[in-house]
Protein backbone atom coordinates (compact mmCIF):
# COMPACT_ATOMS: atom_id res chain seq x y z
CA UNK A 1 0.00 0.00 0.00
CA UNK A 2 1.34 3.44 -1.29
CA UNK A 3 0.01 6.63 0.63
CA UNK A 4 0.36 9.77 -2.12
CA UNK A 5 -0.41 13.09 -0.64
CA UNK A 6 -1.89 15.24 -3.23
CA UNK A 7 -1.89 19.30 -2.89
CA UNK A 8 -5.37 20.59 -3.26
CA UNK A 9 -6.06 23.73 -4.83
CA UNK A 10 -4.07 24.79 -8.19
CA UNK A 11 -2.55 21.74 -8.54
CA UNK A 12 -4.77 19.24 -7.78
CA UNK A 13 -7.10 18.25 -11.40
CA UNK A 14 -3.24 18.35 -13.36
CA UNK A 15 -2.16 15.79 -10.46
CA UNK A 16 -5.25 13.30 -10.77
CA UNK A 17 -5.09 13.49 -14.38
CA UNK A 18 -1.75 12.57 -14.32
CA UNK A 19 -1.80 9.49 -11.73
CA UNK A 20 -4.76 8.37 -13.76
CA UNK A 21 -3.57 8.38 -17.04
CA UNK A 22 -0.67 6.74 -15.73
CA UNK A 23 -3.12 3.93 -14.41
CA UNK A 24 -2.07 4.79 -11.17
CA UNK A 25 -5.27 5.65 -9.78
CA UNK A 26 -8.44 3.98 -11.29
CA UNK A 27 -10.64 7.05 -11.28
CA UNK A 28 -10.13 10.67 -10.68
CA UNK A 29 -11.66 11.80 -7.50
CA UNK A 30 -13.21 15.24 -6.90
CA UNK A 31 -11.92 17.90 -4.94
CA UNK A 32 -13.97 18.29 -1.68
CA UNK A 33 -14.45 17.89 2.11
CA UNK A 34 -13.14 14.16 1.76
CA UNK A 35 -9.88 14.04 3.07
CA UNK A 36 -8.72 10.20 2.59
CA UNK A 37 -9.55 8.44 -0.47
CA UNK A 38 -8.59 4.69 -0.83
CA UNK A 39 -8.39 3.28 -4.28
CA UNK A 40 -6.90 -0.39 -4.59
CA UNK A 41 -3.63 -0.21 -3.59
CA UNK A 42 -2.88 3.27 -2.96
CA UNK A 43 -4.33 5.98 -0.31
CA UNK A 44 -4.37 9.77 -1.15
CA UNK A 45 -4.50 11.87 1.48
CA UNK A 46 -6.05 15.58 0.07
CA UNK A 47 -4.01 18.43 1.90
CA UNK A 48 -2.80 21.77 1.29
CA UNK A 49 0.00 22.63 -0.68
CA UNK A 50 2.56 23.65 2.10
CA UNK A 51 1.64 20.50 4.09
CA UNK A 52 2.36 17.76 1.38
CA UNK A 53 6.59 17.81 1.79
CA UNK A 54 5.22 17.85 6.07
CA UNK A 55 3.52 14.54 5.56
CA UNK A 56 6.28 13.26 3.41
CA UNK A 57 8.98 14.51 5.48
CA UNK A 58 7.33 13.00 8.57
CA UNK A 59 6.62 9.34 6.96
CA UNK A 60 2.63 9.82 6.91
CA UNK A 61 2.61 9.46 3.13
CA UNK A 62 5.62 7.66 1.43
CA UNK A 63 4.65 9.67 -1.47
CA UNK A 64 3.74 13.49 -2.26
CA UNK A 65 3.13 15.78 -5.63
CA UNK A 66 4.68 19.30 -4.61
CA UNK A 67 5.28 22.67 -6.46
CA UNK A 68 8.72 23.06 -6.37
CA UNK A 69 8.32 26.63 -4.82
CA UNK A 70 6.98 24.93 -1.73
CA UNK A 71 9.92 22.87 -2.11
CA UNK A 72 12.12 25.40 -1.83
CA UNK A 73 9.98 27.24 0.65
CA UNK A 74 10.05 24.05 2.97
CA UNK A 75 13.46 22.97 2.47
CA UNK A 76 12.09 19.45 3.47
CA UNK A 77 14.31 15.93 4.31
CA UNK A 78 12.76 14.22 1.29
CA UNK A 79 13.89 12.59 -1.84
CA UNK A 80 13.56 14.48 -5.06
CA UNK A 81 12.26 11.99 -7.24
CA UNK A 82 11.08 13.84 -10.32
CA UNK A 83 9.33 16.53 -12.78
CA UNK A 84 6.13 15.88 -13.29
CA UNK A 85 6.15 18.79 -15.80
CA UNK A 86 2.65 19.96 -14.65
CA UNK A 87 1.99 23.05 -13.13
CA UNK A 88 4.28 25.35 -14.96
CA UNK A 89 4.35 29.05 -12.99
CA UNK A 90 6.93 30.97 -11.59
CA UNK A 91 7.83 32.78 -8.54
CA UNK A 92 8.41 36.63 -9.33
CA UNK A 93 8.68 39.79 -7.33
CA UNK A 94 6.03 42.19 -8.54
CA UNK A 95 5.29 46.39 -7.55
CA UNK A 96 3.06 48.80 -8.82
CA UNK A 97 4.39 50.01 -12.88
CA UNK A 98 5.57 53.60 -11.23
CA UNK A 99 7.86 51.53 -8.61
CA UNK A 100 9.58 49.13 -11.52
CA UNK A 101 12.53 51.67 -11.82
CA UNK A 102 13.31 52.50 -7.83
CA UNK A 103 13.29 48.75 -7.68
CA UNK A 104 17.13 48.14 -9.86
CA UNK A 105 18.40 51.36 -7.97
CA UNK A 106 17.17 50.77 -4.27
CA UNK A 107 19.28 49.22 -1.85
CA UNK A 108 16.80 48.61 0.41
CA UNK A 109 12.88 46.97 0.33
CA UNK A 110 9.55 45.83 1.66
CA UNK A 111 8.30 43.04 0.29
CA UNK A 112 5.13 41.16 1.20
CA UNK A 113 5.32 37.36 0.53
CA UNK A 114 4.42 33.94 2.23
CA UNK A 115 7.63 32.53 0.92
CA UNK A 116 9.80 33.93 3.72
CA UNK A 117 12.75 31.99 3.02
CA UNK A 118 12.90 32.13 -0.87
CA UNK A 119 12.90 36.09 -0.41
CA UNK A 120 15.51 36.36 2.26
CA UNK A 121 17.70 33.57 0.44
CA UNK A 122 17.03 35.64 -3.08
CA UNK A 123 17.66 39.06 -1.94
CA UNK A 124 20.60 38.30 -0.05
CA UNK A 125 21.78 36.94 -2.93
CA UNK A 126 21.47 40.04 -4.77
CA UNK A 127 22.95 42.01 -2.03
CA UNK A 128 20.06 44.15 -1.03
CA UNK A 129 18.45 44.35 2.21
CA UNK A 130 15.04 43.42 2.60
CA UNK A 131 12.51 43.88 4.95
CA UNK A 132 9.62 40.31 4.87
CA UNK A 133 6.36 41.29 5.55
CA UNK A 134 5.13 37.45 5.87
CA UNK A 135 1.13 37.20 4.30
CA UNK A 136 -0.52 34.17 3.69
CA UNK A 137 -3.29 35.70 1.40
CA UNK A 138 -4.33 38.28 -1.00
CA UNK A 139 -0.48 39.56 -0.85
CA UNK A 140 -1.41 41.60 -4.18
CA UNK A 141 -3.15 43.89 -1.64
CA UNK A 142 0.34 44.97 -0.13
CA UNK A 143 1.65 47.36 -2.07
CA UNK A 144 -1.92 49.05 -3.01
CA UNK A 145 -2.68 50.42 0.71
CA UNK A 146 1.52 50.70 1.66
CA UNK A 147 1.94 47.66 3.89
CA UNK A 148 5.57 46.72 1.47
CA UNK A 149 6.67 48.26 -1.90
CA UNK A 150 6.61 45.11 -3.43
CA UNK A 151 5.73 41.33 -3.13
CA UNK A 152 6.74 38.30 -4.22
CA UNK A 153 4.52 35.51 -5.36
CA UNK A 154 3.50 32.41 -7.82
CA UNK A 155 2.29 33.84 -11.38
CA UNK A 156 0.54 31.96 -13.61
CA UNK A 157 -0.73 33.59 -16.19
CA UNK A 158 -0.34 37.42 -14.77
CA UNK A 159 -3.85 38.29 -15.18
CA UNK A 160 -3.73 38.42 -10.88
CA UNK A 161 -1.38 40.92 -10.99
CA UNK A 162 -3.01 42.91 -14.30
CA UNK A 163 -6.28 42.91 -12.62
CA UNK A 164 -4.86 44.86 -9.38
CA UNK A 165 -2.81 47.15 -11.20
CA UNK A 166 0.43 45.23 -10.71
CA UNK A 167 3.60 44.36 -12.82
CA UNK A 168 5.76 41.72 -12.75
CA UNK A 169 9.24 43.01 -12.09
CA UNK A 170 12.09 39.48 -11.89
CA UNK A 171 11.45 36.00 -11.72
CA UNK A 172 13.18 34.32 -9.31
CA UNK A 173 12.43 30.57 -10.04
CA UNK A 174 10.59 28.52 -12.24
CA UNK A 175 8.03 26.09 -10.57
CA UNK A 176 6.40 22.80 -11.72
CA UNK A 177 4.81 20.08 -9.81
CA UNK A 178 7.42 17.22 -8.12
CA UNK A 179 7.19 13.89 -7.29
CA UNK A 180 8.80 13.64 -3.56
CA UNK A 181 9.25 10.69 -1.73
CA UNK A 182 10.18 9.64 2.52
CA UNK A 183 13.62 8.49 2.80
CA UNK A 184 12.42 5.40 4.62
CA UNK A 185 9.79 4.70 2.24
CA UNK A 186 12.16 4.74 -0.64
CA UNK A 187 13.89 1.64 0.49
CA UNK A 188 10.94 -0.21 1.70
CA UNK A 189 9.10 -0.08 -0.74
CA UNK A 190 11.19 0.62 -3.45
CA UNK A 191 9.65 -1.52 -6.38
CA UNK A 192 6.21 0.06 -5.44
CA UNK A 193 7.65 3.44 -5.83
CA UNK A 194 9.78 2.07 -9.00
CA UNK A 195 6.44 1.37 -10.88
CA UNK A 196 4.76 4.58 -10.09
CA UNK A 197 7.91 6.66 -11.43
CA UNK A 198 7.96 3.92 -14.39
CA UNK A 199 4.44 5.02 -14.74
CA UNK A 200 4.90 8.25 -14.81
CA UNK A 201 7.80 8.39 -17.27
Same mark, same amino acid.
Given at each position: ????AVP ?52 ? *??? +?????? !?? %????? #???? @??? &? ?38 ? *??? +?????? !?? %????? #???? @??? &? ?35 KAS ?11 ? %????
Amino acid at each position: MIRLAVPKGRLFEESVNLLHSGGIIPEKPKEGRKLTIEMEDITLFLVKPFDVPVYVENGV *ADL +GICGYD !VY %LERKP #EVYK @LMD &LKVGACRISVAGKPESEEAYWRSSFLKVATKYVRIAEEFF *ARK +GVKAEI !VP %LNGSV #ELAP @LIG &LSDYILDLVQTGRTLKENGLVEIEEVAKSTAWLICNKASFRSKKDFIKDII %LSLS
